[in-house]
């Protein structure tokens, strides 16, 4: 393990603070959809940890510009927690949807979407500490592996869902409701796609 002064460790420890509100948010939204009751309450809720991301993200990004040596390459820092603050952005995004628009129960392909994002969040929730350790950075591209695994099994679920969709259409303000709320619930299990990436390549240029 190498050693960490004060001022790295608060890198480290903002980054896990940011995995970790993704994947409450994740949740939450998984449990709004699943449940569909309270939606107002429950997006409310959402909404919150929209903000909390906020404040950790200009925490991070203010202790960037004031750190001069940084643990790890700046514009990689940079990278992942904008990264990691879209997942929770559009998150809020979608809980949004289902308030602005009244949307009916979810549909079995939505639910199975949220359930694969929040898969995603809990291996980016997992991945996010080894970045402290040396020794531990190569377990990290399993994690990253993982969240590939589940944007692909995720793309073809929306595949599905917007093939359905057309195949039986009905009000056509109906379909581009569902036909949104489905790409943003995708843009959400993207941008987990995207934290793997400023992962993996720390990872490698650590090692």
Not at 20 to 38: I, K, P
Not at 87 to 105: H, S, W
Not at 151 to 163: G, T
Request: proline share 3%.
């Amino acid at each position: 393990m190498f050693s960490l002064i004060p001022r790295e460790i608060a890198f480290f420890e903002l980054l896990d603070q940011a995995a970790r509100n993704a994947l409450v948010a994740a949740r939450e939204l998984r449990d709004l959809l699943e449940d569909y009751r309270d939606t107002e309450t429950r997006f409310l809720g959402i909404r919150q940890r929209e903000r909390e991301g906020d404040r950790i993200t200009h925490e991070f990004l203010d202790l960037l510009d004031r750190t001069f040596v940084v643990p790890l390459e700046r514009e990689d820092l940079y990278g992942l927690i904008r990264a990691l603050d879209d997942v929770v952005d559009t998150i809020d995004a979608v809980a949004g949807q289902v308030v602005l628009y009244q949307m009916p129960r979810p549909s079995s392909h939505g639910i199975s979407q949220v359930r694969l994002l929040v898969r995603g969040c809990e291996a980016i929730d997992q991945a996010i500490p080894l970045l402290r350790q040396r020794r531990l950075l190569r377990e990290i591209d399993g994690y990253c592996i993982e969240i590939n695994r589940l944007e692909n099994l995720a793309d073809s679920v929306v595949r599905e869902a917007l093939m359905e969709l057309f195949a039986h259409p009905t009000d056509p303000r109906e379909v581009l409701k569902w036909k949104e709320f489905y790409q943003v619930l995708e843009d959400a299990i993207d941008h987990t796609e995207n934290v793997a990436d400023c992962l993996r390549g720390i990872a490698i240029k650590a090692i």
